[in-house]
Nanobody, 116 residues
Framework: QVQLVESGGGLVQAGGSLRLSCATS????????MGWHRQAPGKQRELVAT???????NYADSVQGRFTISRPNAKNTVYLQMNSLKPEDTAVYYC??????????WGQGTQVTVSS
């Protein structure tokens, strides 16, 4: 059974940094695109950043220039470095991975809280 396990969330002051990690287990196959989404209270889940197998990245306008997604050696582990955090970045962050058949997997989510 494929599982995505996130870690690295927490409480940080505005202007601070956090690094989220997401590791995949239960499969020997490589994932295609991997990424991060987030959901704030009362809001829909939104895309934060994605990275394809060749390493092409895509960011939401709201995090461009502050967040960096990485996937060392195209393995099934993805990171999200978040700098210059703002209170509006507060949300539950979810890791996502798509297998070669196009099926999407989701992690359980990790809470990020940015205090002003």
């Amino acid at each position: 059974q494929v599982q995505l396990v996130e870690s690295g969330g927490g409480l940080v002051q505005a202007g601070g940094s956090l690094r989220l990690s997401c590791a995949t287990s239960g499969t020997i196959f490589g994932m295609n695109a991997m990424g991060w989404h987030r959901q704030a209270p009362g809001k829909q889940r939104e895309l934060v950043a994605t990275i394809t197998l060749p390493g092409i990245t895509n960011y939401a306008d709201s995090v461009q220039g502050r967040f960096t997604i990485s996937r060392p050696n195209a393995k099934n582990t993805v990171y999200l470095q978040m700098n210059s955090l703002k209170p509006e970045d507060t949300a539950v962050y979810y890791c996502n991975a798509q297998n070669p058949s196009g099926f999407n997997y989701w992690g359980q989510g990790t809470q990020v809280t940015v205090s002003s």
